[in-house]
């Protein structure tokens, strides 16, 4: 069970959530491609209050030789808080969470990227949360389809990463800070939404089957809404938003 | 975007100053564009983005309780630290913290409190029990040379914004931290045989010394660092400090702007 604080109300009499959000609503989306001139390529997204930037370079050569594969390249990839971007501050550096997330956002992006393109080199792929508010792993993986996609990496999709959850009993779409420490599950995807396949996918918490479908259902629908914002970005970066 | 062989580098930059010209085409003493936001992120209790030529960076301030040094029982803290992440440029790797991005942090942290501007007395709630520390990180996100003056900015407008969370803490009301003067810096680099302004990154890779300054609001020294190998003389460090005194004061000027007084 997440948090464990059943008795937090979480709805409104009206069925709508304390930010004024209806169930199957999420928050804003905003992103920006080729924000960081040092970087290949490179995204910025803010989702809610969350802000991630993601930094793309290579391919390069990989090094030390032991990492390197002869048929393709390796995706390195580093998710990491910022100090001052939590609540407490958190010391620099990795710990078991940011590992872990580093793993399945690679596993998720190795998915998609044509890696057999590039045997014996390195993609690296940095995500850096620099505020968070529930989801921060989502819109890291968000941020980084966008700039692999601004490096010009040839990728199969892009891949979406979007979370709904539950609160109060009700199946809800993509969860804010609130609802993530006192609601009672919490459903993380990452959803290429051309292929509608999945390459990211976590769960904790309580949820029925009929649940698990329901959240499903809003992370596509949100997914697809997402996407059309990526591919904008893109747009606005590579040819002045012209369609 | 591959990085250019240094000598071919070096061998540039030194043709070019014999006619006094840089690599980018500014001026000698010419700065790249300085664009600031301020108090832009969530959770952090005051933030700030630099946006410097190809350069950028964040700087958050977060506050803490805790117990003040034995031998300064009515005095706060302050830290500044400066992370060069693999996000910011190719060169950088992962792991522990490098020499490079301590003497940073460590740097813009002397020009801050040397400076005063942070009453470390306004910081004490309890005499010899519960103090606030301040803890300024500050975040490269690109490095496109001159990240030194960047997180200087970063960390003192970030700083000019902070409001001390004490209603999380359970210690009296929010209130806005008091920040006196504005400590600015300004970095200079031998390239091609003389110093220049606001080093680009090929400067920085293809040059020799580098010199730091940081000015206060009356023009007074906080802080000096002289990096990397080699020389300078008396008259040289003349010569750059009139211009770090115009550089700064436009800065400064820039820091207020943002507070909107």
Redesign the interface.
Known sequence: MMGGYGDVKLLNDDGTRLDGRTVDEMRPVEIKAG??????G?AWVKHG???A???V??P?EAHPRKIQRQDRAVLDV?Y?M????????IR??FNRRSREISKVTAEALESVVLLERYPRSKI?V?I?I????AGTRCVGITAASVALADAGIPMRDMVVGIASGKIQDTVVLDLDKAEDNYGQADLPMGICPNTGELVFLQMDGDLSIEEYNLATEYNYKAAAEIHEIMVAALKERYDGGEA | ?AAPVPSLLRQELERLAESDQRIDGRGRWDRREVQLEVDI????EG?AKVTW????V?????F?LRTPWPDRPTQGSLMC?A?L??????KYE?G??SPQSIELGRVVDRGIRESGCIDMEALCIVPGEKVWGV?I?I?V????GNIFDACGLAAIAALRTAVVPAE?FDVGEDHVLAVKGTPVMASFQRVGGRFVYDPS?DEETGGEERIHITLGNEEHLHSLQKGLKGAFTPAEFAEILEVARTHCGELRELVSSMEGN
Request: net charge negative; proline share 10%; aromatic share 6%.
């Open positions: 924000i960081l001139p040092a970087a290949q490179s209050l969350n802000v930037v993601v930094a370079y290579g390069m580093r990491n910022a100090p001052f971007s939590t609540s407490d501050r620099p550096g690296r940095e850096e620099l505020a968070a508010e | 975007m992120l969530y959770n952090a933030s030529g190809d350069t950028v964040y700087a958050g301030v977060k803490e630290g992370e992440r693999p996000v910011a440029h190719r992962p522990p913290p803890m990180d975040h996100l690109s490095d496109g999380r990154e």
